[in-house]
């Protein structure tokens, strides 16, 4: 819609859009986060291996509980996406060589549910597998870090600026019949 202003109320038009500017900046981060979360969603299904030799499928997706888990919260000057597991950072950053070996417990699960082993030799393959990790490291999946996704959180943003923008323009424009 086309919004024609007077020339004498661009004075008042400014005055009330800039009392109004924090709603709409929350408003327009709300709901980028939203769309983020959806983004996120499909970035954590197509991730890269972290196997820093590049073997393995893609997606950082086992159980499925870190897909799940995409969070948004709003907070009085706009909103965050997150993902609250606790193993998010490492999903996300990677885990560095030299570290100590994560949880065997976990990665015999991961055995057991990917490859259908007895649990006998689930551990005994995990006790291996933890131990390579731990020397080797893992990459980061990179799926939100990543600068491509970085930018296009940004653009969501963009996005739902303008839309509240336009928004409210039309709702004053109404009310003051501008």
């Known amino acids: ?64 509980n870190y897909l799940r888990r995409w969070r948004t919260m709003r907070h009085a000057d706009g909103a965050s996406v997150y993902n609250p597991t606790p193993y998010a950072g490492v999903i996300d950053l990677g885990r560095r060589p ?12 991961w ?22 990790i731990a020397q080797r490291g893992l990459i980061g999946r990179r799926v939100m870090s990543h600068p491509v996704a970085l930018r296009q959180m940004a653009k969501f943003f963009q996005d739902e600026f303008v839309k509240e923008l336009d928004r409210e323009l039309e709702k004053l424009a109404r009310e003051e019949a501008l």
């Open 98 to 109: 030299g570290s100590r070996m994560p949880p065997i417990g976990i990665i015999a699960r």
């Open 111 to 132: 055995i057991q549910r990917r490859l259908a082993v007895p649990e006998a030799a689930a551990r005994q393959s995990a006790f291996v597998i933890a131990r390579a």
């Open 1 to 64: 819609m086309a919004i024609r202003v007077d020339p004498a109320k661009l004075g008042l038009l400014e005055s009330k859009l800039t009392h109004r500017l924090v709603a709409i900046k929350s408003r327009a981060a709300l709901s980028a986060a939203h769309r983020s979360v959806a983004y996120l969603q499909q970035r954590t299904r197509t991730a890269p291996s972290a196997n820093p030799s590049g073997v393995g499928h893609g997606g950082a997706v086992n159980t499925g």
